[in-house]
């Protein structure tokens, strides 16, 4: 997985193919650790086409201001580096799936 900041978000953002997943969250923050630990699984696994990413927004303000990060966590898809969908709070293991596999199924459609 990842670590990005505010500068480097973007560009990691720009060179995606693939559906992109970001994390945002706080370092310190139980749930965005319990988040990152089933993030860690997935992106293990590999079990779609999909990057993974984790961005802490207390540490990259122009981050958490860009993309309206309110709630954390918060888990972004991109695809094409514009979000496509938006997870607020902790998410069980099976939403983070359903939500990568449908829009990696998405990408595939469109290419």
């Given at each position: 997985?990842?670590?990005l900041n505010d500068d480097t978000l973007q560009p990691f953002l720009?060179?995606?193919?693939?559906?992109?997943?970001v994390l945002f969250g706080a370092t310190k923050g139980g749930l965005t650790m319990a988040q990152a630990e089933e993030?860690?699984?997935?992106w293990a696994e590999g079990m779609f086409d999909a990057r993974f990413a984790y961005i802490d927004v207390?540490?990259?303000d122009e981050?958490?201001?860009?993309?309206?990060?309110?709630?954390?966590?918060t888990i972004l898809v991109f695809r094409a580096?514009?979000?496509?969908?938006?997870?607020?709070?902790?998410?069980?293991?099976?939403?983070?799936?359903?939500?990568a596999a449908r829009r990696s199924a998405d990408?595939?459609?469109?290419?």
């Open positions: 997985m990842q670590h720009d060179a995606a193919s693939a559906v992109t997943i993030f860690a699984l997935l207390l540490m990259n981050a958490r201001t860009a993309h309206a990060i309110r709630v954390l966590p580096g514009l979000v496509v969908s938006r997870l607020e709070g902790f998410q069980p293991r099976h939403r983070i799936e359903a939500v990408a595939d459609l469109a290419a």
